[in-house]
C-alpha cells in the first residue's frame, strides 16, 4: 500500500494510535513514526489518562501530520482527575482535535461504574465547551456478567449533550447500535479487527456499513490487521485495513481512502 498511498491525493488518516505512549514505544518510536509517513499516514494520537495526554501533545507538537486527542479512558476514571484534562484543552485548544478516548466499558472493572459515568459525562461537558469531537470507547460485558447493556446507560448520557459529534472507536458491535449512532451523526471507526474476526455478524457488518460512516484507524499497538498479526501493531498498518475494505466493498482502494480520509478530515477538523 505505500505505492498506492504515494500514487493517492488524499493522505490515510489513523485516527486513533497510541505511538505517543512511553508506555508502548520507546526505542523504536521514531522508526515508526518514519514507516508511518513514509506509507502516507497521518496520525491522531489519543490520549487515555492524564500523563499520555501530555505525551500526545508533546509528541505532536515535534512530528508533523500527528495530531492531539486528550482525555481520560474509562478504565483510568476512578483515579484520574478530570480538572486536569480542562486544564489542558484551556490552554492548548488551538493545537488539540479531539476529546478521548473516553467512555463506558463494561467488559473489564478497572475503573466502577459510577466511576465511569462521572468522567463521561464530565469530559463530554469539556468537549461541548470547547467544541471538539470525541473518540469514544464503548464495550459492554459479556451477557453473564452484565447487570445491564452498556449501551442503555450509554445512549442517554449522550443524548444529554446533544449535537456531539465524534467517532465510536473499534466499534464490533450490533447493526441496531450503528443505526442508533447513525442517527446521532457519530462515524464507526474500523481497523484490524475487521481484517481477523472469526464473527459472522461482525463480518457482515464490516462488509455492509457504507464508506460515508466509516473511518480508518489502527488502535497501534493493539488489534493488528491481517498478515501482520503476531506482531505490534503500527499506524503505517491502517493501509491494510483500507485495503481489506476495499475487497468487502468490491471498489478500489483509492475509493476506500478518499472517502475515510474526507470523513476524518470533517470530524476532526485536519
Not at 491494510?240 to 481512502?257: G, W
Request: glycine letters at 6%.
Amino acid at each position: 500500500f505505500v505505492i498506492l498511498v504515494a500514487m493517492s491525493p488524499q493522505l490515510l488518516i489513523d485516527t486513533h494510535c497510541h505511538i505517543h505512549e512511553h508506555e508502548y514505544f520507546t526505542e523504536n518510536r521514531e522508526d515508526v513514526y518514519e514507516q508511518s509517513r513514509t506509507a502516507g499516514v497521518a496520525m491522531i494520537c489519543v490520549g487515555t489518562s492524564v500523563q499520555s495526554s501530555r505525551e500526545a501533545l508533546e509528541f505532536c507538537r515535534s512530528h508533523e501530520e500527528c495530531y492531539p486527542v486528550l482525555g481520560i479512558h474509562p478504565h483510568e476514571a476512578k483515579g484520574e482527575d478530570v480538572a486536569q484534562i480542562r486544564k489542558l484543552v484551556e490552554k492548548y485548544r488551538s493545537e488539540i482535535v479531539g476529546i478521548g478516548e473516553i467512555g463506558l466499558d463494561y467488559y473489564y472493572s478497572h475503573s466502577p461504574r459510577d466511576s465511569q459515568l462521572h468522567m463521561l459525562r464530565a469530559q463530554l461537558q469539556i468537549a461541548k465547551e470547547y467544541d471538539l469531537p470525541v473518540s469514544f470507547h464503548i464495550r459492554d460485558a459479556l451477557p453473564e456478567n452484565s447487570e445491564s447493556s452498556v449501551w442503555a446507560d450509554f445512549w442517554p448520557l449522550l443524548d444529554e449533550f446533544p449535537g456531539t459529534r465524534g467517532v465510536l472507536h473499534s466499534f464490533t458491535d450490533t447493526y441496531e447500535n450503528y443505526l442508533e449512532a447513525k442517527k446521532r451523526g457519530l462515524y464507526i471507526g474500523v481497523n484490524g479487527i475487521s481484517t481477523f474476526t472469526k464473527d459472522e455478524s461482525q463480518q457482515k457488518f464490516f462488509t455492509e456499513v457504507p464508506l460515508d460512516d466509516i473511518v480508518l484507524e489502527t488502535d497501534a499497538p493493539f488489534l493488528t490487521p491481517k498478515p501482520f498479526r503476531g506482531t505490534m501493531n503500527i499506524p503505517a498498518y491502517v493501509g491494510r485495513v483500507a485495503e481489506h475494505q476495499a475487497m468487502l466493498k468490491n471498489v478500489s482502494p483509492t475509493d476506500v481512502i478518499r472517502a475515510t480520509t474526507a470523513n476524518a478530515k470533517s470530524i476532526f477538523g485536519i
